[in-house]
């Protein structure tokens, strides 16, 4: 049907992927069909030409009509977005006061994000010949695999490579005896087999205790209707066993599945289990992929192909047909809120999204943040508990080192090493984490006090022993380590401090016979370094693993019966008021690597504050009762989730010029004076100087959260049409996770 001609011509309002508030109208095109908001387009922009997202198409612009430039072309005869999924964008991009445009843009993968047409790739496959299909297959049960696989073919025609994968990753062999026999021919196929051969190697459901059958059923039953559910379950309690349950229930109802996850290096072993449970049509995104991968999964979404999408962040905007249901796992884990740029939380969105689709979120994590916690507390979220490890796993038991004026060998006690000794001798697995990599964090001079810093922040260099450097672990800076103190020019320089190099160091010579795995981020920067060492502790080729926060991430070592926490008191003392409830996360997830088969596992925890309320709830009670106490805390003084926080951040060389800006912010904040509103500071950042550049800060604070945003909603505008100067980085961070 050709639109009418009036007056005022058709106009495309497109979103640009620029970092400006607005929208651009173009003329549409009048002599064919108009397409539809979702729908991308090429579009003339300042000299050159770029890809806009289609979000409406109206008659009435604000720019003169004989202004407006036509388009170049349609990209998308159809739109890959749907109307929900615009509509999703929009509400984050108002949420996060951040720029459509780059909004939407972040939605695609960065192919279709360039223009390139939104077409599936073709892959090798294999079809019968007409022999193959009057063959009966009978006549080839002397060689069963042969006969298995040409049975395969007459139910189900064509398949690809990818599909016969699925079947049985030992296909090869089969189907070129049949090509041989030329009952098999071979061909080119579409990657998106509409339905997938039931997988050999499938293996059933476990029978679910009572804890994880009521999971089970709450979530099941939501289907079709929105309401988050938050699944608390100690770690090892078989909460995966109850999300793969659940998602059993939304296949069979030809739903579609998005699982998040906060971490790329725990996606293969997740993926495994998924496709050893399902003959389903998995599509796996995270960055590590390469760009055609990523955008053969998200089409496969998008067209409805794939059924599985296991995903970090980013692939929460991943356009689905049918989406019934999403889960995301570890929903504590910082990662979920990106720390740059569209500074969205996914988790937070993901709640949207179910809202708007009308579909259940599932939240799962052994130790819930604080706000989910706060939200299951008053009734918004169902609350769900697996109070118990699965099958015959024990838990773990906790147990306090009290090392003040106990003699220490880097780091480790007496009473640590013994622990250590016995169960080498047992032939069990250690695990020691310490999250500081490198040597030692400070290089001082015996003689004069002088100590190595870095000229370009407000931080010790670190020493790393084996490059033989000192590095800045905030700007990247690195030199030669020193011999000489470059201040009295004696050689008494001292390495002060822990580094997981240094105990590494201690270990080679006092465990000389025991393989050690170092593993920070240090020792995985070669790419696929991290999943050879997994594998390594795994198959049972390390005694002792040593370790930063990677550790805390939800692998699964069964054979580690001993945790030790070398340091938790650097934790303990931190300004940041979340400090507590991250460390509370870090211990109860690091002591949940221990004992997780038959073995039971113990935990010590290294500590000159063995009176810390924050230990004694966790030894003597559990996370769920320090997360109450914690809640009660933050209520007394106002903080979050009891109220809501953005913070604008500014940085430039010179310290004047970002307070100045922030202090303008403040003024049109304070007026007129609401005292709903807190506005704090500008503050220089916890640390101050960054990379040369001068660090500082403004928060925002409202208890009620509409008031935050009608505060924002002011201000944006108004700071749109400042004279920044163009040496002030600044960005606006609603819902901060942390505040440096
Ligand atoms: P979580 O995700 O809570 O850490 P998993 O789902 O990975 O726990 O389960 C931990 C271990 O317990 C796995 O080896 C899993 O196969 C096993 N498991 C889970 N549920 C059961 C069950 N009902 N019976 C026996 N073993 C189970
Ligand atoms: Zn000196
Ligand atoms: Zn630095």
């Known amino acids: ?47 050159g030409s770029k890809t806009a997202f289609l979000v409406e198409i109206t008659r009435h612009s604000t720019v003169a009509t004989d202004k407006l430039k036509p388009i170049n072309r349609i990209i998308d005869e159809q739109p890959l977005l749907a109307a929900i999924d615009l509509q999703l964008l929009h509400w984050v991009a108002n949420y996060y006061h ?27 496959g294999y079809r019968l010949t007409e022999l193959g299909e009057s063959t009966a297959s009978g006549q080839l049960r002397r060689t069963p695999k042969q006969k298995g696989m040409l049975e395969l073919f007459q139910q189900h025609g064509p398949l690809t490579e990818s599909a016969l994968s699925v079947w049985n990753s030992h296909w090869r062999g089969g189907a070129k ?134 995903g970090t962040r980013s692939a929460l905007f991943t356009p689905m047909k049918n989406l019934g249901l999403i889960i995301l796992d570890e929903e504590h884990d910082s990662s979920y809120k990106q720390q740059e740029g569209f500074r969205f939380s996914a988790r937070d969105a993901a709640i949207i999204r179910g809202k708007l689709l009308n579909i259940p979120v599932l939240l799962g994590s052994a130790t819930p943040s604080l706000e989910s916690f706060y939200n299951a507390q008053r009734g918004r979220y169902q609350w769900l508990s697996l109070p118990e490890r699965a099958g015959d796993a024990l838990a773990p038991q906790l147990q306090i080192i009290d090392i003040r004026n106990k003699p220490l060998q880097e780091g480790l006690s007496e009473a640590l090493l ?15 984490f310490l999250n500081r990599r490198g040597f030692a964090p400070t290089l001082i001079c015996h003689s004069c006090g002088w100590v190595a810093h870095c000229p370009s922040c407000d931080a ?48 080679e010579q006092r465990y000389a016979d025991y393989r050690i795995v170092r593993l920070d981020r240090d020792s995985t920067q070669r790419k696929g370094s991290l999943q ?43 300004i940041d008021f979340r400090s507590p409830e991250k460390l509370a996360q870090l211990i109860v997830q690091v002591a949940g690597r221990a004992g997780r088969a038959e073995k039971p596992g113990r935990v010590m925890l290294q500590t000159r504050h063995p009176e810390h309320p924050l230990l004694t709830t966790l030894i003597q009670a559990d996370y769920h009762s320090f997360a109450k106490r914690s809640l009660a ?34 003024q049109l904040a304070r007026q007129p004076f609401n005292p709903a509103n807190q506005i704090l500071g500008p503050t220089p950042a916890p640390m101050k100087k960054r990379a040369g550049r001068y660090h500082h800060q403004l928060l925002l604070q409202c208890k009620q959260r509409q008031d935050l945003h009608k505060l924002l909603d002011t201000l944006m505008p108004a700071i749109a049409k400042f004279k920044i100067p163009a040496k002030v980085r600044w960005s606006l961070d609603v819902d901060p996770l942390d505040l440096y």
């Open 177 to 310: 005896a049949l090509l041989s026999k030329q009952l098999l021919t071979i061909t080119t196929l579409e990657v998106n087999p509409t339905k997938l051969p039931v997988a050999e190697t499938s293996t059933g459901d476990l029978p679910g205790n009572a804890h994880q059958q009521a999971a089970v059923a709450a979530v099941s039953r939501q289907l079709g209707r929105f309401g988050v559910s938050l699944l608390e379950g100690v770690t090892g309690s078989g909460k995966t066993e109850v999300y793969m349950q659940i998602i059993r229930s939304a296949l069979a109802q030809n739903m579609q599945v998005l699982v998040l996850i906060p971490e790329i290096s725990l996606t293969p072993q997740l993926e495994q289990r998924f496709r050893q449970r399902f003959s389903a049509n998995i599509a796996v995104s995270h960055s590590k992929l390469t760009n055609p991968q990523r955008q053969t999964a998200w089409l496969q979404m998008q067209q409805g192909y794939g059924q599985i999408m296991l």
């Open 1 to 47: 049907m050709a639109h009418p001609s009036t007056a005022s011509p058709l106009i495309y309002r497109v979103a640009l992927p620029v970092p400006l508030h607005k929208l651009f109208d173009y003329l549409a095109p009048d002599t064919i069909l108009p397409c539809q908001p979702g729908c991308r387009i090429e579009v003339p922009f300042r000299t």
């Open 98 to 124: 951040h720029p459509l445009g780059e909004v939407i843009s972040s939605a695609f993968p960065v192919g279709l994000r360039q223009g390139k047409t939104a077409t599936l790739p073709r892959e090798k």
């Open 418 to 432: 013994k622990e250590i000794d016995n169960t080498l001798a047992k032939q069990e697995q250690v695990l020691l």
């Open 532 to 574: 050879k060492y997994l594998a390594q502790i795994n198959l049972g080729q390390a005694d002792i693993i040593l370790g930063t926060q990677m550790l805390a991430k939800g692998h699964h070592f069964a054979n580690v019966t001993l945790v030790a926490i070398l340091d938790v008191d650097s934790g303990l003392f931190s």
């Open 633 to 666: 805390e933050r209520q007394q003084a106002g903080l979050p989730p009891y109220s809501h926080q953005a913070l604008f951040r500014a940085s430039a060389t010179d310290a004047e010029l970002a307070t100045a800006f922030l202090e303008s912010i403040a």
């Open 460 to 507: 010790n260099l670190v020493i790393h022993a084996k490059q033989q450097q000192l590095q800045c672990h905030h700007c990247g800076k690195q030199q030669r380590l020193l011999q000489q103190c470059p201040a009295c020019q004696h050689n008494a320089l001292t390495a002060l401090g822990l580094g997981t190099e240094r105990v590494e160091y201690l270990l």
